[in-house]
């Protein structure tokens, strides 16, 4: 009976856990709609709510989006839209750091975690996975002695989280590992290991 129960556990578990986030993630897309005028929206057509239409319209605006801005014209539109924000005391320096930031994470050169490495931490007699993100950069790097990278420590299961640490180059191990794989085992605590 305890065997039966597990295995329906096992079966079960990730696909309620699947249709959970993915309905977070399309109720919260679908919160696009608010956007659109009332007798457009699906509720006024249909006379009901469809899960999933701001989804989709959420995708098609961020395509149509990158598809504009990926010529002459909408470049330049976007810049001229930039030198703007630069120009708002408070809104310059969110904006210039989110951009920053997103520009790093989703850019297709992809640096935002290089490699895999295994760090000592929280202790030297314990380890955990890191992700080489660069070498110190400004005035840190004038105080630090040594030859020092930066990783970031995603915590478990929640990457998204985590700390940010410079260390000593020597103290820190490349894995042959990809980060695909990396996070896959983080994600997991352990369970799910990179083969």
Known sequence: MRKYFLTGLLIL?????????LSMVIGTLDQSLLFVPERWQPRT??????????????????????????????????????????????????????????????SSSGNAFRQAVLIPYPHADSYTIAFLTGVPGGDVKNHLVGDFVSVYV?????????FF???????????????????????????????
């Open 45 to 106: 057509l249909f006379g009901t709510d469809i899960p999933g239409i701001g989804a989709i319209l959420t995708i098609a605006i961020v395509f149509i989006t990158g598809l504009l801005t990926n010529n002459l014209v909408g470049n330049y539109v976007v810049r001229i839209g930039e030198r703007l924000l630069k120009r708002i005391p408070v809104v310059s320096s969110l904006y210039g750091s989110v951009k920053q930031v997103s520009d790093t994470l989703f």
């Open 165 to 195: 640490l410079m260390m000593e180059r020597s103290k820190v191990v490349a894995l042959d590992m990809t980060v695909d794989a990396a996070l896959k085992y983080i994600v997991s605590m352990g369970v799910v290991a990179p083969e």
């Open 13 to 21: 578990v990730p696909l309620a856990i699947t249709a959970w986030v």
């Open 154 to 162: 995603p915590t478990t299961p929640n990457p998204t989280s985590g």
